[in-house]
């Protein structure tokens, strides 16, 4: 299926302190067909959108203050506190080691962007996440992805810079 048909009803929240990038995300969802994007620079803010607005996607960067992208995602896992805890979320960030991997896994991400990103690797991000098997599970404390290395294949997407083009 194509991106821009996947993207033409979909509603993506960007969650990151820095507007510039921001704003290159949206540009770039835009050029794709996205329906909707929905900006915003804090954690609080997203929770609250999140609470007032239909989303259907996430991408956080990992790295913000006072709360970072980890607390945004195990936030949004939490079926006790979440509006939407089995939200796809794709993490954005300049860590690629395997502890910091791992660290986001447990809290739920569905995939990685490592910065800097291409257009081509926010793609196929954005592909994978919205047309794969995610292996979601539920329980009383989280909703989301599988979190057992075992039974998760590492969903990360790196390039050299973010590009569009029109």
Not at 4 to 25: C, H, K
Request: hydrophobic share 40%; glycine share 6%.
């Amino acid at each position: 299926m194509a991106l821009e048909s996947l993207l033409s009803q979909t509603r993506i929240l960007v969650v990151d302190d820095n507007a510039a990038l921001r704003g290159v995300l949206r540009v770039s969802l835009q050029a794709f067909g996205c329906a909707k994007v929905v900006e915003t620079g804090s954690v609080a803010q997203a929770l609250d959108i999140l609470k007032t607005q239909p989303i259907d996607l996430v991408i956080t960067d990992w790295k913000m203050k006072p709360r970072d992208g980890i607390d945004l995602v195990s936030s949004i896992r939490s079926p006790v506190s979440s509006p939407c805890p089995g939200l796809p979320v794709i993490m954005l960030t300049a860590y690629d080691g395997t502890d910091k991997i791992r660290q986001a896994r447990r809290a739920g991400v569905n995939a990685f962007l490592i910065k800097p990103v291409t257009a081509a690797a926010l793609a196929s991000c954005l592909r994978d996440v919205l047309t794969g098997d995610q292996g979601y599970v539920e329980t009383d404390s989280y909703v989301g992805p599988e979190r057992r290395e075992a039974d998760r294949s590492d969903r990360s997407h790196s390039a050299a810079q973010l590009t569009v083009s029109h």
